[in-house]
């Protein structure tokens, strides 16, 4: 039987140090969730912790409260390139996730935290691990990568957590995870937390670690009280249609595809009717992850489309309702793409689409998920999307897209930054004229001629290019023309023009 702490105890009853208490409290977390509840004496004791909760139980506080408060109380100091708590996570969102919640706990007890992920520069994670961290939270693969250069060792690490073990297996990382936790000390305390046991977790189980506590407080297949489950049967041309009417409604929508082609599709075509919308799937650069995640948690999209790396790790409050705008290929995706609403107690819808020949994949689904969910067939208009996302609908005017895409607008007709990119377009034509008129002295005339030209043109004289041939008659005949089309004042992007034209043409056939 799951191990379940009374409700009524508190963090502070549960063995957290007095100042994390008070961090919790300044933050607004003032009661354990049963997963916390139920291993935090166990994981504060130092003994090793298997833990498994449904995606938004509560685990993210369950092992850091332990990490901090054992790393405060040992009293090691940190080293460089020597983390002395290690945590890994199977996304960068889910690594950057861990971070926002360890910062500022860690901050109270002055202990230095950072995060090692994939898609980003080495330098600053190189400079970070130098100056010395106490917690290190990192992705296997780029882990690996500090450790083979000598950057990262791992030999002063006292407490090694694994999230989302099971992910972690589905995704192949368990070999890097192994040689990972091959290097730590076999002496150090492990915690493992997952939302499934099953068989690649179970690998890790046994070599790993030492007689470990088991605390189940839930299954994955647990029903959330308040989460509903509907599957709404459409026809192909009436999806998109539907998806924009809930995703028009107040409040946030997380909208999930199988493909990151399909995210970035949907994500177009709901803007382009619309609805505010950010995309998220492994295409995108960190960066752009990053300040998706942000427009996102900020409100200035209400909808993120996203693949299932979002499915795990992306924590944004209140968002009411989930969309499988494509249902997922198996039962586990399904509950961690629901599991992104109804968290900590909070309400949540979850919507499933589904066509014609999607039916029988559904059925396994919801069966294998153990999800009762109610189907209805419908079409646009029908009055349960208006129950599934209440509301008024609010539609933004799309931002206009550019018909011609140039430099032009960067500077500006008449402005010197434009004039100044003017003179180097000319200098790039000088020179091209100066291939032109063939070599020896000649060439060296051209050339001195065409740094002339780019100085002349800065102050808006395109004609001095029609000097620019050097020797060549017919270099000369044929700049004097191209400089006719160019009219003294001409912006930028003109002369930029007139030189792409010029390269179609030729100058070196001309000068033969």
Known sequence: MPEIAPDNRTFAELGVPAPLVAALDASGVTKPFPIQAATLPDSLAGKDV?????????KTYA???????????????????????????????????????????????????????GGVGHGPQINGLRKGADIVVACPGRLEDHIQAGHAKLGAVEITVLDEADHMADLGFLPAVRRILEATPATAQRLLFSATLDAGVDVLVRRFMSNPVTHSVDSARSPVAKMTHHVLHVQPDTRLPVLVDLTAAPGRSLVFTRTKYGAKS???????????????HGNLSQGART????????????????????ARGIHVDGVTLVIHADPPIEHKAYLHRSGRTARAGAEGTV???????????VRDLTRKAGIAATVTKLTTGDPLLSELAPGERTYVEP???PAVETSAPRGGGGRSGSRRRSAGSTNRTAGSTNRTAG??????????????????????????R??????????????????????????GSDRRSTGRGRRRRGPGKQAA
């Open 439 to 464: 070599s020896g002295r000649t060439a060296s005339s051209a050339g001195r001629t065409a740094s002339s030209v780019g100085r002349g043109a800065s102050s808006g004289g395109s004609v001095g």
């Open 351 to 361: 919507v499933t689409l589904m066509t014609d020949e999607q039916v029988r994949d």
């Open 266 to 280: 949907l994500t177009k075509k709901l803007i382009a009717q619309g609805v505010p919308a950010v995309e998220l």
């Open 63 to 117: 092992f850091v409260l332990p990490v901090l408060a054992r790393l405060a109380a040992s009293g090691t100091k940190r080293r460089p390139n020597q983390p002395r708590a290690l945590i890994l996570a199977p996304t960068r969102e889910l690594a950057t996730q861990i971070q926002a919640s360890i910062t500022p706990l860690a901050d109270t007890l002055g202990l230095r935290s950072m995060t090692i992920f």
């Open 50 to 58: 298997l833990g498994r909760g449904r995606t938004g139980s509560g």
């Open 291 to 310: 300040r998706n995640l942000e427009a996102f948690s900020d409100g200035t999209a209400k909808t993120l489309v996203a693949t299932d790396i979002a």
């Open 466 to 491: 029609t000097g620019g041939a050097g020797g060549s008659a017919r270099g000369a005949a044929g700049s004097a023309g191209r400089s006719a089309g160019s009219a003294p004042g001409s912006t």
């Open 399 to 401: 931002p206009a897209r």
